[in-house]
């Protein structure tokens, strides 16, 4: 049994906001990261390395909140977060603050394989240079459609509350591989407008993304905050594994939790058996699905 699931971002944007020429442009997005990923699986590859040949596809492509197209922060500024969980060790590597650093992906992944967890800011970018990682300016990620959502919450056309689907988009990317081994990763721009050096929940281990082969792995997408003090991925996965209960229950448990104190977005989950969850509170969530079993699908909406 192998598979992968993806997303592409949770949020408030109505189904009349996008066209259908757009919709068809990220369902092709959603498509190229998950034929990505499942080609992976297919050869026999890990679970680690299908995750990030997933989200490395949307960090590419400026549709989405992640690598270049990532959301500004107040200043006009891209900053990137990323974190990656292999199940079969529990290894875990992340990355925030990020600036010119091409795939925060692959950055978290060479995190991963150094003593170290989680790197941020002017040293994660150090140790980048040091692993003669690809490093771009920071205008290669800002597109003319993050200026104008940035202009438009500047100006006071919507608040952080209010912002399109993009305002908490994220990537990420969970799988299943040949050997029952799991995987998730998670990279985004973070929130419009943000500033202070905000952190959401992506690169936060146990928060936005987790992976444990006595479980399940989870990459989570929607308003970091709320996802952070409900520790969503860790706790979905707990209770698989303590409660004993099927991952759906699970996963529909702490979205309630999170929903409870004003949070909304998704998660995207996979077990050991190779049952996918593709749950949400929100409007929609960009998200995909491949298995062996012949599931195959991509959506926006419900």
């Not at 698989?240 to 409870?260: C, D, F, R, T």
Request: aromatic residues 4%.
């Amino acid at each position: 049994m192998i598979a992968i699931a993806i997303h592409g971002g949770a949020g408030t944007l109505p189904r009349a906001d996008i066209s259908s020429e757009q919709e068809k442009q990220y369902l092709a997005g959603l498509d190229a990261a998950l034929d990505a990923g499942y080609a992976v699986l297919k050869r026999d590859g890990t679970s680690l390395d299908a995750t990030i040949a997933a989200v490395r596809v949307l960090e590419d492509n400026p549709l989405f909140n992640a690598g270049r197209g990532a959301v500004l922060n107040r200043d006009g500024i891209a900053e990137l977060d990323a974190s990656v969980m292999d199940g079969k060790t529990l290894a875990a590597g992340a990355v925030s603050g990020l600036r010119h650093v091409k795939s925060p992906i692959e950055l978290a992944r060479l995190v991963m394989t150094s003593p170290h967890v989680m790197l941020v800011g002017a040293g994660a970018e150090e140790f980048a240079k040091l692993q003669d990682v690809e490093m771009v300016p920071n205008d290669y990620f800002v597109t003319p459609v993050r200026k104008m959502q940035l202009e438009r919450l500047l100006r006071g056309a919507v608040s952080t509350k209010e912002n399109d689907l993009a305002a908490f988009g994220t990537v990420g990317a969970v799988a299943l591989d040949s050997s029952g081994n799991l995987a998730a990763a998670t990279s985004t721009g973070g929130m419009t407008g943000k500033r202070w050096g905000r952190v959401g929940d992506s690169p936060i281990i146990g928060a936005g993304t987790y992976a444990n082969n006595a479980s399940c792995a989870v990459s989570a997408t929607g308003h970091g905050e709320f996802f952070i003090r409900t520790v969503v991925a860790h706790d979905i996965c707990a209770q698989v594994e303590y409660l004993k209960i099927p991952l759906s229950k699970a996963s529909a448990n702490v979205l309630a939790k999170m929903k409870a104190l004003g949070g909304n977005g998704g998660v995207i989950a996979i077990d050991p058996a190779g049952e996918v969850v593709l749950d949400f509170n929100s409007e929609g969530m960009f998200r995909g699905v491949a298995t062996s079993k012949g599931r195959r699908e991509v959506a926006i909406f419900r």
